[in-house]
Nanobody
Framework: QVLLVESGGGLVQAGGSLRLSCAAS????????MGWYRQAPGKQREVVAA???????NYADSVKGRFTISRDNAKNTVYLQMNGLKPEDTAVYYC???????????WGQGTQVTVSS
């Protein structure tokens, strides 16, 4: 089992920056990939960025060039650096880990990001 704890959300003005953190614990050796998703009110949850165990990254088109996903293996932590924030980035952000041969999903509790115009 993998447990995820997020931190770093908050309220920021448009154009500002925030960094989200996601600390993993438990069966971390079995993690295949980790990512960040977000869900705005009335919308479906969508993937924002992901990073594999090999370090490959990919991003949603809407955040390319503004957001950066990274990880610190020593701290078992994944980060999402968000720059140039826009009001449309407002959402609850969730950390996700895919783990095990059966590709189980673990989710964090979510952290609110609000961008004011």
């Amino acid at each position: 089992q993998v447990l995820l704890v997020e931190s770093g959300g908050g309220l920021v003005q448009a154009g500002g920056s925030l960094r989200l953190s996601c600390a993993a614990s438990g069966s971390i050796f079995s993690i295949n990939a980790m990512g960040w998703y977000r869900q705005a009110p009335g919308k479906q949850r969508e993937v924002v960025a992901a990073i594999t165990s090999g370090g490959s990254t990919n991003y949603a088109d809407s955040v390319k060039g503004r957001f950066t996903i990274s990880r610190d293996n020593a701290k078992n932590t994944v980060y999402l650096q968000m720059n140039g924030l826009k009001p449309e980035d407002t959402a609850v952000y969730y950390c996700n880990a895919e783990y095990g041969l059966s590709k189980y999903d673990a989710w964090g509790q979510g952290t609110q990001v609000t961008v004011s115009s």
